[in-house]
């Protein structure tokens, strides 16, 4: 399969982790050293949380506590399995239209990716990857659409900030989410971090919740069946994009 949609093809020659003689000293030059790494996005989410962690130790041990309490209710085991049909929604997007899963599947395969806000480090560097592999995805037959449980002013917001050319649709309440059973509560001590870090997710979300989805992705055949997932209560971990692209290249051929 071509690689010509990767960053860090020839034409933009991107940095490795070896090429760093020093770590970052910020959240946002680490942000920005995953962002310039030439490797799959497995890796940049990977050394993001390796750069971060000595900068704010008591936060990655804060993370690590949720992640290991999503681990523990067992959660990769929910939603709809592959081979089960894909529950249609009806959600805004970006410029306040409504749009719906049956409509998208006209046009083909739908790459769903459920992402937990414009504010996420982790999901900027996905979005941003999958934004990149977006003409390969057109070219395979399919299309990608982001999920994320924020009101449209943000949606649309991190539309412009990450040149995202795909839908970006807002989950209001995370009703559809939670039809899914991929929502969870972030816990008090997560949400005081939040607080001190002004991540603000009753604002963001236009309610008085602290809950989250997790980050998610289905790949979903134009019969409206589950062709391939990713379900991880770990939201470091995303559906890598050459496997997502190996679905819908897979699904081309049949």
């Known amino acids: ?29 680490a ?4 962002q310039a790494l030439d490797a799959p996005l497995s890796e940049r989410l990977a050394a993001f949380f390796a750069w971060t962690g000595p ?16 681990k523990g209710l067992q959660l990769a085991e929910i939603g709809p399995k592959i081979g089960e049909p894909m529950p249609d929604f009806i ?20 790459v769903l990716c459920f992402n937990r806000g414009h504010w996420c ?28 449980p924020e009101r449209a002013q943000f949606s649309k917001k991190m539309t412009a900030d990450y040149g995202l050319p795909f839908p970006v649709l807002s989950d209001v309440d995370l009703s559809y989410a939670l039809s899914l059973g ?11 971090i939040y607080q001190k870090l002004g991540v603000d997710l009753p604002g963001y979300q236009g309610n008085g919740n602290y809950f989250l989805p997790l980050a998610t992705t289905f790949v979903v055949a134009a019969d ?5 997932r ?5 939201f470091r971990n995303r559906m890598d994009i050459d496997r997502m692209l190996a679905a819908l290249a897979k699904l081309q051929k049949q």
């Not at 399969?1 to 970052?24: I, L, N, Q």
């Not at 991929?182 to 005081?192: M, N, R, S």
């Not at 409206?224 to 391939?228: C, E, I, Q, R, Y």
């Open 230 to 234: 990713h379900v991880d209560p770990d």
């Open 121 to 148: 480090p982790y999901c900027q560097l996905a979005l941003r990857a999958l934004a990149a592999a977006h003409d390969e995805a057109r070219r395979l037959g399919g299309q990608i659409v982001s999920i994320v």
């Open 224 to 228: 409206g069946t589950v062709a391939d």
């Open 31 to 34: 942000l920005a050293a995953a």
């Open 55 to 70: 900068l704010r130790p008591e936060i990655q041990a804060a993370y690590l506590r949720i992640i290991d309490r999503l």
């Open 182 to 192: 991929l929502v969870y509560w972030i816990g008090a001590e997560t949400q005081a």
């Open 1 to 29: 399969m071509s690689r010509a949609w990767e960053e860090g093809s020839p034409r933009e020659r991107r940095s490795s982790v070896s090429d760093r003689k020093t770590s970052p000293k910020t959240r946002a030059e």
């Open 91 to 110: 959600l805004p997007d970006q410029r306040g239209q409504l749009v719906t899963l049956e409509a998208l599947l006209r046009d083909g395969p739908v």
